[in-house]
């Protein structure tokens, strides 16, 4: 890790990426961040199975971009600490030309990135460091991996409800995507306020110290897809976009995938 990284890099506060990174059993956290995946287990245990289907959603949506759709080029935003079945490997599995880029402002997670984000022979796999609101310099910087004159898949998976504000989320999803060319897609995710045990939980993580996580209404969630065409199933639980299996699993949290007319 980079002198700059490490100054920013603060062990002592949880942080979300390393908390999802142990409710999906990854080792790269640390005490603080154990401690509240506890707390918040201990309210609601299904936060474990939200963070492992959300992961499931990424595999079958990519799958369906880079395999049924063609898409050769992924925008994920709010990257997250490399697991499992990341977005370029999965991407690269279907089509070994893919083209990544991953987006985050965590030094854990660009310093893992260095290290763990590996591309194919024929693809490319890079990270910016961008905060999400900066919306301009996103684009500007992956463009000079992906061509915008081609569509491009936009990843916002469990990463908006870091924004407070509806408004301001929405305006910020609008703003990247008036930047992609016709034929992109908008795949999302996020935790919803649909059940008193997971607005509970919530409110005890945004307590920790960490960078807080607000729920949405699920109408607010289902209009950030306003103005694109929604692929079938349209915005559901996350378990219910096209399902591998017929297990019922019920978490709190949507999920859908629209295309740029």
């Known amino acids: ?92 599995r279907v089509a070994p030309d893919a083209k ?43 463009k000079r991996t992906l061509d915008f004159s081609q569509p491009v898949a936009l990843m916002l998976l469990g990463v908006m409800g870091h924004v407070q504000d509806p408004a301001e989320a929405r305006a910020i999803v609008r703003g990247l995507v008036a930047q992609l060319p016709p034929g992109s897609f908008l795949t999302m995710s996020d935790g919803t306020a649909t059940s008193e045990r997971v607005i509970e939980s919530h409110r005890q993580y945004n307590e920790s110290g960490a960078v807080p996580y607000h729920l949405r209404e699920v109408a607010d969630f289902t209009a950030f897809f306003d103005g694109l065409d929604l692929v079938e199933p349209g915005v559901v639980p996350i378990p219910e976009w096209r399902p591998a299996t017929d297990e019922k699993i019920t978490v709190d949290g949507y999920a859908g995938v629209a295309r740029k007319p």
Not at 40 to 62: C, S, Y
């Open 100 to 142: 990544i880029v991953y987006v985050d402002n965590d030094p854990l997670v660009l310093s893992h990135a260095r290290a763990l984000l590996t591309s194919t022979p024929e693809g490319v796999t890079t990270y910016i460091d961008k905060n999400l609101k900066d919306a301009v310099g996103v684009i500007e910087e992956a």
């Open 1 to 92: 890790m980079t002198d700059d990284l490490s100054a920013r890099l603060n062990v002592e506060v949880p942080h979300s990426a390393r908390v999802w990174n142990y409710w999906l059993g990854g080792k790269d956290n640390f005490g603080p961040d154990r401690a509240v995946g506890e707390q918040v287990k201990a309210v609601f245990p299904e936060i474990v199975d939200a963070a492992r289907q959300t992961r499931a959603f990424l595999g079958r949506a990519v799958t369906f971009l880079a395999g049924e759709q063609g898409i050769r080029q992924f925008l994920d935003i709010g990257t997250g600490l490399p697991t499992v079945d990341n977005t370029h490997e999965v991407a690269q």
